[in-house]
């Protein structure tokens, strides 16, 4: 994968990557016209929900951004284990940074923003579930492992800072929208064994009496994993229960969810040659959530639709941490009070209550198509957390008998309140402008149980605007510009781990420390969809967005990876280019994802990264600081994605897949100024393998291969200090030996499972 390298601090203009997009979308346009005009209905009757809650939905052809939905049959395919997993191989501009080691865990990164269940990663994407924000309330992660995906009816991605779906949008929205009684009778139950221990089974089944409708779904997954030290419990059960009568909607979904996950850290490049072991361990995380969702609707006379909704989510989450003791004194005993690893115990119970009210009018305005939308939310927030800290020994394995000690106790609560309005217009039968704005305040305070080090009270507002334009030239082509702004505030975690000279080991202790000021994004978009004959469509896009004193999580190396704080960092930047076609002929199903997502910081900085091989005393004598400057790459971001679908219908009753992901290098943590002497973390490109055989009516067999080539590739680097490089890889007590290195996470090896699925009482 040599050609998806990074540049070197290199820019790439939109005005490049505008012609760049003429040159994809002239051939679309010089297309039969017979041909697109057979295939344009179907575009044309696609409706998208651009909005949190799904109002009225918005004909594709007005809608001014690249959105994309992923279906049942995409969410289901290639075994996705999440919607997360379902998301990297389904949808453009997506990458994976497996920090966890756990492949329910990943950080998920759309256009250079993440969605991640990590604390130590600043999130730059909103998430919904049916409406509800699933960003949680202490650091705005994002469970994957809590998002049942045999309950998922579709996911929608859209793209930008839309100030709509408010708090964290800076570089998109996903809502994920679940399946009901009504969509389709019938029960449907799937086994699934194979590599890696792994033993799932799962069922659904729906129906409906009249106005009456219910769906119950859940799943089990156990696996005792492919390395040294990350098994896998997941247990979800999802349920809904509806009613639509004439003129009226109204449903109640509950979600529980029970997972236990163990994941493997990074580990020093002198240690890849066994990759499955661990550096320290055990890391583990257990999450319980219980999730309520009320919803309804109602149209009113004059066209208006008014929905509502009302939630609570109290998600319960306990994480032993194994860590290397960053404050070893290598001129005193081992012992108590010395210790060269230790435990962190944290416990975190979060309540989110929230509600939410939306009204809609779809009826022309002056004797144009108009669409008017006008919203109000607002979500709570109550964390209680708390931190013990356990000595443990020398060796790796951190098991200890050792009392834990309470180190943090920290009360926060948070109220984010917004009010928004959209309204699209047709200025002819070919021109659509949208206009929206959404003005949020959010509140967070601090209430430190062991003291006062910790108490504040934040208060963040702005008004967030958005315009779009949307032209149809031809029935199979639609035009596209936006310019959208959004804002994400600083978490209650940011905001008690933000002092250099009291660095986090997330998500350990807290310090007292200073204010963050909140990311502001202005996201331009341009681009086109259509068809290229019968058989394809197509999309393309170019974007740019800057954001204003963004959050990073700023590594201070030490014998702790994960050690550092979160700061300000001025201006960064990401801009790129998307390419998507898909289709037909015959037998064989084409999907082709291109993306080009050039992040990188624009504001000069001196870091602190005694790792990086270019460290120099810059701030103080004996600091080791790092200077990084405009058009420095971020980390985590490769440059370039590249995805590829086959699917053949070999017989009526039988079909096989591939796929492949491929990511380019990406820099590692503690290398933002791209001048460590290791380089970036390297890019890959996997192949997965797939069939499935209808044996008999309602039973269907499949195998599926992941990494079928069983290659050997990491999606994840941070610099840091191996300690442990005595003899056989044990704890060097004097540091003498003790060296900077690259910390890499490595990538599962081939993996093989074979299952069967049963469907009975379906509609015919």
């Known amino acids: 994968m040599q050609s998806l390298g990074p540049c070197r601090r290199g820019r790439i203009g939109l005005g490049a990557l505008s012609s760049s997009l003429l040159l994809f979308v002239a051939p679309a346009r010089a297309a039969d016209a017979a041909d697109a005009d057979t295939a344009a209905a179907a575009q044309q009757t696609v409706v998208i929900s651009t909005t949190p809650l799904s109002g009225l939905g918005m004909p594709l052809d007005r809608v001014p951004a690249n959105v994309q939905v992923l279906r049942p049959t995409d969410v289901g395919s290639r075994g996705a284990l999440s919607p997360a997993d379902a998301l990297l191989h389904a949808a453009g501009s997506v990458s994976i940074n497996d920090t966890t080691g756990n492949p329910f865990q990943p950080d998920v990164s759309f256009r250079g923003f993440t969605a991640s269940p990590d604390l130590g990663t600043p999130q730059g994407l909103s998430v919904f579930v049916d409406g509800v924000r699933v960003n949680e309330a202490f650091g705005d992660t994002v469970h994957w492992d809590l998002i049942p995906n045999v309950a998922i009816a579709a996911i929608t991605v859209v793209p930008g800072s839309d100030p709509v779906f408010g708090l964290n949008t800076l570089g998109g929205a996903v809502n994920v929208s679940t399946r009901s009684g009504f969509d389709g009778p019938g029960t449907s139950v799937k086994f699934e064994i194979g590599s890696f221990g792994r033993r799932a089974v799962e069922f659904a089944s729906g129906g409906r009496a009249q106005a009456l409708g219910w769906f119950v779904a859940g799943n089990s997954v156990h696996e005792s994993g492919w390395a040294q030290a990350d098994p896998s419990r997941v247990q979800q059960l999802f349920g809904s229960f509806g009613y639509r009568g004439a003129g009226t909607h109204a449903s109640v979904n509950l979600t529980l969810a029970d997972t236990r996950l163990g994941g493997n850290q990074t580990l020093p490049l002198s240690f890849l040659a066994d990759p499955a072991r661990a550096y320290t ?21 004059g066209g208006w639709l008014i929905e509502g909704g009302a939630y609570w989510r109290k998600l319960r989450t306990h994480v032993v941490n194994s860590n290397v003791n960053a404050n070893f004194d290598t001129a005193a005993p081992i012992g108590p009070g010395n210790p060269p690893t230790g435990n962190a115990i944290n416990q975190i119970d979060q309540d989110r209550p929230g509600a939410s009210l939306q009204l809609s009018l779809g009826r022309p305005l002056i004797g144009h198509v108009n669409q008017f939308v006008v919203g109000l939310a607002v979500d709570g927030g109550r964390t209680k957390f708390s931190q013990l800290n356990q000595e443990a020994g020398a060796s790796r394995g951190t098991d200890s008998s050792a009392p ?53 009270e934040h208060a963040f507002h702005r008004l967030n605007p958005a315009l779009g334009l949307t032209w149809n030239p031809a029935r199979a082509l639609t035009l596209y510009g936006a310019y959208d702004e959004g804002m994400r505030v600083p978490t209650p975690v940011e905001l008690t781990c933000a002092d250099p000279s009291a660095p986090c080991s997330l998500p350990n202790a807290f310090a007292s420390d200073p204010a963050l000021a909140p990311v502001v994004s202005r996201t331009l978009e341009l681009g086109g969809r259509g068809r290229a004959g019968a058989a394809f469509g197509w999309s393309a896009a170019v974007f740019r967005t800057t954001l204003s004193d963004d959050i990073q999580f700023i590594s201070s190396g030490g014998g702790a990876t994960s050690a550092g704080y979160f700061r300000n960092v001025g201006k960064t930047r990401r801009q790129g280019l998307e390419l998507r076609l898909d289709g037909g002929l015959a037998r064989l199903r084409l999907n082709l994802h291109y993306s080009l997502v050039n992040a990188t910081f624009e504001s000069p ?113 941070a610099l840091g200090q191996n ?42």
């Open 281 to 301: 361990y055990p890391d583990l995380q257990t999450n319980r959530l219980g999730f309520v969702d009320l919803k309804a609707d109602r149209r009113l006379d």
């Open 404 to 456: 834990a000690v309470l180190a943090t106790s920290l009360r926060s609560s948070s109220t984010a309140s917004g009010a928004y309005l959209s309204d699209s217009l047709g200025i002819d039968a070919k021109t659509f402008l949208t206009i929206s704005a959404r003005y949020d305040h959010d509140r967070v305070a601090l209430a430190d149980q062991l003291g006062t080090a910790l108490d504040g």
């Open 605 to 717: 900085l001196i870091l602190n990264s005694p790792s990086n091989s270019a460290a120099a005393p810059l701030s103080c004598a004996s600091c080791a600081d790092i200077r990084v400057l405009p058009g420095d790459h971020i980390p985590g971001i490769p440059l370039q994605t590249l995805k590829l679908g086959l699917d053949w219908d070999v017989a009526a009753a039988a079909s096989l897949g591939l796929a492949m992901v491929a990511q380019g290098p990406a820099y590692a943590r503690g290398d933002e100024n791209n001048r460590d002497v290791n380089g970036p973390v390297p890019g890959f490109a996997v192949f997965e393998f797939d069939a499935r055989w209808r044996a008999a009516a309602g039973w269907e067999l499949f195998a599926r291969v992941s990494n079928l080539l069983d290659r050997r590739y990491s999606s994840f680097g």
């Open 723 to 764: 300690v442990f490089t005595g003899a056989g890889e044990t704890f060097d007590a004097t540091g003498a030996t003790w060296r900077n290195e690259q910390f890499r996470s490595v990538g599962a090896p081939r993996g093989v499972w074979v299952g069967l699925t049963w469907r009975f009482g379906e509609a015919r």
